[in-house]
């Protein structure tokens, strides 16, 4: 039970980032976005990794790594793609990612059941229809197909950063996530001084722009946690299910409007991904 408690609210954690960081980069740039988040992540679970006062386990260096790595690449494309599309479409693209590490559960024996193997018909079937034409909200009419294409991408990084999380969880879960943070960081940093991008960041952003960087370390962190109390089929699928919250929060907040074609894909892509969970 803790684990599916600990994957519901790794969920409800990058929903809500993914929203945050949407909308903000939206009012500012990527960059500041990028920015003020990756340095928030590194702080406090650098503060973490401290407080705890362990040292670095054996073999947890390089799966947390290739953790960060994969952590920089998915959050570069999925927040471009949050950015120039819709939430209501893009976050239930990049929930697919569960069906990696679904496909290497499956490889090391673990056997989903026909609710799960059903839902991922659905949820693909859902991408499709979701995808097919232009929102029809009057704010974002331009959404090209790049947007979807993003996602996608972002959704296969995702999934394998999935894997070198739980990888890095099986020595040491709060160092995994501070190494993942300090690499991306480092990849960020380099890109930063390498592309001298303008930030375009306003004060009004700053705190949001924190809650970012503690949202998608803090979901990271709890994903990892909980891969190491349960099945990594359960656990992914059920930290997978976040575009519940992000479609919420883009209805309340920034009143995005999608065809009928458009509802009936993303509800399908979210039907799928919960009778995933379900099964």
């Given amino acids: 039970m803790l684990a599916v408690v600990l994957a519901l609210c790794a969920s409800l954690s990058v929903g809500t980032g993914d929203f ?4 903000q980069a939206r009012r500012t740039s990527l960059w500041a976005v990028i920015v003020v988040s990756q340095i928030t992540g590194l702080v406090w679970t650098g503060a973490l990794v401290a407080a705890r006062g362990h040292g670095l386990p054996m073999g947890e260096f390089w799966a947390a790594t290739g953790a960060g790595v994969t952590a920089a690449a998915g959050i570069a494309l999925g927040y471009k793609a949050l950015t120039i599309g819709i939430m209501g479409i893009v976050g ?4 697919l990612s569960v069906a990696v590490p679904l496909a290497v559960g499956l490889a090391r024996g ?3 059941s026909i609710y ?3 839902g991922i018909v659905i949820a693909l079937a859902g991408v499709v229809l979701a995808a097919r034409q232009k929102s029809a909200g009057r704010r974002h009419q331009a959404t090209s197909r790049l947007s979807v294409v993003l996602a996608l ?8 950063n999935m894997l070198f999380y739980a990888s890095a969880a099986k020595h040491d879960p709060y160092w995994g996530i501070f190494i993942a943070r300090a690499t991306s960081a480092a990849i960020f940093a380099a890109a930063f001084a390498i592309m001298r991008p303008r930030t375009q960041l306003t004060r ?7 809650a970012v960087g503690v949202l998608d370390t803090g979901a990271n962190g709890l994903f990892s946690v909980a891969s190491t109390y349960g099945y990594l089929s359960v656990v992914s699928v059920l ?3 976040f575009p519940i919250f992000t479609v919420i929060l883009a209805y309340v907040f920034l009143n995005e409007r999608l065809s009928r074609t458009q509802q009936f894909g993303v509800a399908a892509a979210l039907v799928g991904v919960g009778f995933i969970a379900a099964g």
Avoid: F, K
């Avoid at 239930?92 to 929930?95: A, F, H, K, V």
């Avoid at 009004?204 to 924190?210: E, G, V, W």
């Fill in 20 to 23: 945050l960081a949407g909308s």
């Fill in 92 to 95: 239930p693209i990049i929930s």
């Fill in 110 to 112: 673990e056997r989903p």
């Fill in 116 to 118: 799960q193997l059903g």
């Fill in 153 to 160: 991408a972002t959704a296969a990084i995702v999934g394998v």
């Fill in 204 to 210: 009004a952003a700053i705190i949001p722009l924190i």
């Fill in 239 to 241: 930290s997978s299910v």
